[in-house]
Structure formats: structure tokens, C-alpha cells
């Protein structure tokens, strides 16, 4: 059984395509500027089956025509790596396309598995500086950065996400050695800065939990816009979105 937070049956954000996104509960980071507080504790959630989510991908084959399938995302899905690698050899088997979207810090046996058998991985690249990343997530970033260059050899498709904070991920230093990082990575498709936004807040609120980047605004398009610019001098043949 898969613990799930939630269930997003038309997601146009999470791989190619409209895909059926599933939110797995519990995660091994603690973010400070995490928007989703409610999926880190791994208690939460409700139970599904691989037959249930096989059940929600035939529902929804017929919106899978221009290249859409499954993303898995969390929360951590490396946590429920084992039972995760059923369901996708069960989907692929199917036919259908699979997204894995992960912070990427676990190299078990069944993690590395499970992101092998992925057609696409989603790497949410929290911070390039170890220090910076140990910082800003409670945990260091070797595995992260051994994932993706064990992907980028691997020559199957990857994508790299990162948030744009002020005073956190914004630094031009910083977004240099990100640039050269990603114009070095071969299988590397896309690159996505999102703007960091608010509207977790409340989530915190709600549990009882203090937010840690209270007086931290959300990303202008001026600064989005800005750190784009820097990456584009330096990254040549992959999108930058």
C-alpha cells in the first residue's frame, strides 16, 4: 500500500502532458520555505493500493494522448521506493508514461531502482552549496548531486527544479555555479526557477508549526526575470523555464 497525501487527476504542471499526480505522504526534508507542512509526517495520508492508482490511469487514458501518464511526487516518493517500483512496472507494462519528481537524496537499492525505471525524473535541486542546502533542508546534498549525475550518465531524460528565495537561493554567485553545473549535464532537458511564494502559510498556522521564513516576501518578476538572465549566458542547449 501507498501512503498518499493527495490526488491531483489533472495535473499540467508535473512532466509533459495532463498527468495523474499523485502527492505521496511523508518526507525526509524539512524545507524552510515548504508550502506543503502537512505531507512531511509520514503518519498521515490515505492508503491506496497499485490497483486503485491503475484503476485512476485507465479512467484517464484517454487524456494521456499528447504525451501525459503518471507523476509521483511527494511529499518524498524515494521513501516508498520498494512499493513504488511495483506500481510503475505494472504502468509501464500498461503503456503508460511515468514521472517521478523527487529531492533526490536517497541511493538505496530500491530508490536507485525505482528512478532507473522512471521515463523521466523531476530533480527538485534544493540549493547547489552543500552548506547552503544543509541550511535551508536539515540535510546534505551528496546524494542529490551522486542522482543526478548517475541520471545524466544513464542518458535517459531528466529535468532540474529549483525555487528562487531572497537571501536563500537568489545569490548571482550562486546562480553562476548552478549554470555551469547544468550546461555540463547532458541529459538534462529543462531547467525550472519558480518564484517562491506564500500560500503554505496558513498550512502552519493550522498545525500549530512556526513558519520559518516569516518575513521573507515572494519572488517579484523582476527578480525571477533577473536570475533567468544569468543562467541563460551560461546554459546553451537546455530550456530554461
Request: some cysteine; overall charge positive.
Amino acid at each position: 500500500m501507498l501512503k498518499i497525501h493527495s490526488v491531483d487527476t489533472f495535473g499540467t504542471h508535473d512532466g509533459p502532458g495532463i498527468r495523474l499526480v499523485l502527492f505521496l505522504q511523508g518526507c525526509n526534508f524539512c524545507c524552510a520555505y515548504c508550502h506543503n507542512p502537512d505531507t512531511i509526517n509520514s503518519q498521515g495520508g490515505q492508503n491506496y493500493s497499485q490497483q486503485q492508482i491503475i484503476n485512476l490511469l485507465e479512467e484517464q487514458r484517454p487524456y494521456f494522448s499528447s504525451g501525459g501518464g503518471l507523476t509521483v511526487s511527494g511529499g518524498e516518493p524515494l521513501l516508498q521506493a520498494k512499493e513504488l517500483i511495483g506500481l510503475f512496472k505494472k504502468a509501464k507494462k500498461l503503456g503508460f508514461n511515468v514521472v517521478l519528481d523527487t529531492n533526490g537524496s536517497l541511493r538505496t537499492k530500491e530508490a536507485r531502482e525505482l528512478m532507473a525505471l522512471a521515463d523521466l525524473l523531476i530533480f527538485d535541486l534544493k540549493q547547489l552549496d552543500n552548506k547552503k542546502h544543509q541550511d535551508l533542508t536539515g540535510a546534505s546534498n551528496a546524494a542529490v548531486l551522486k542522482n543526478i549525475q548517475e541520471r545524466n550518465a544513464s542518458g535517459k531524460p531528466f529535468w532540474l527544479r529549483q525555487v528562487l528565495v531572497s537571501d536563500l537561493t537568489d545569490d548571482p554567485e550562486d546562480l553562476k555555479k548552478l549554470g555551469i553545473f547544468c550546461n555540463k549535464l547532458s541529459g538534462l532537458e529543462r531547467l525550472e526557477i519558480l518564484p517562491y511564494h506564500i500560500l503554505g502559510v496558513r498550512k502552519y498556522q493550522e498545525l500549530g508549526r512556526v513558519y520559518q521564513l516569516p518575513n521573507t516576501k515572494p519572488t517579484t518578476q523582476k527578480q525571477l526575470m533577473a536570475a533567468k538572465k544569468i543562467l541563460r549566458k551560461l546554459i546553451i542547449n537546455q530550456d530554461i523555464l
